[in-house]
């Protein structure tokens, strides 16, 4: 089973920056996308960045110019550098990966989530 550990979250003033983590452990035997998704209160769960097995990449329009997304392949770890923030960017920030792991022995397709982290950004 792949799992997804999120960190550095927190609380920051507007305009401020942050970096975000999320390491993929587990059976993997390919990563094709790695993303992140945030969800504000009463919000549904928008896609902020995604970056691709090839390198390319995706940005909320929101995003564009103040937040990037970057990988280490070798280490299944991908990134989000959070710069100029608004208070409008408030909210929990998911992992999503997607690729391909090995269990019980069959070549499977997984999607898998992390367990969501805070980040709070005040004016």
């Known amino acids: 089973q792949v799992q997804l550990a999120e960190s550095g979250g927190g609380l920051v003033q507007a305009g401020g920056s942050l970096r975000l983590s999320c390491a993929a452990s587990g059976p993997i035997l390919s990563i094709n996308s790695m993303a992140w998704y945030r969800q504000a209160p009463g919000n549904e769960r928008e896609l902020v960045a995604v970056i691709f097995n090839g390198g390319s990449t995706n940005y909320a329009d929101s995003v564009k110019g103040r937040f990037t997304i970057s990988r280490d392949n070798a280490k299944n770890t991908v990134y989000l550098q959070m710069n100029s923030l608004k208070p409008e960017d408030t909210a929990v920030y998911y992992c999503?990966?997607?690729?391909?792991?090995?269990?019980?022995?069959?070549?499977?397709?997984?999607?898998?989530w992390g367990q969501g982290i805070q980040v709070t950004v005040s004016s």
């Open positions: 999503n990966t997607q690729g391909l792991a090995l269990t019980s022995g069959i070549r499977r397709n997984f999607s898998s």
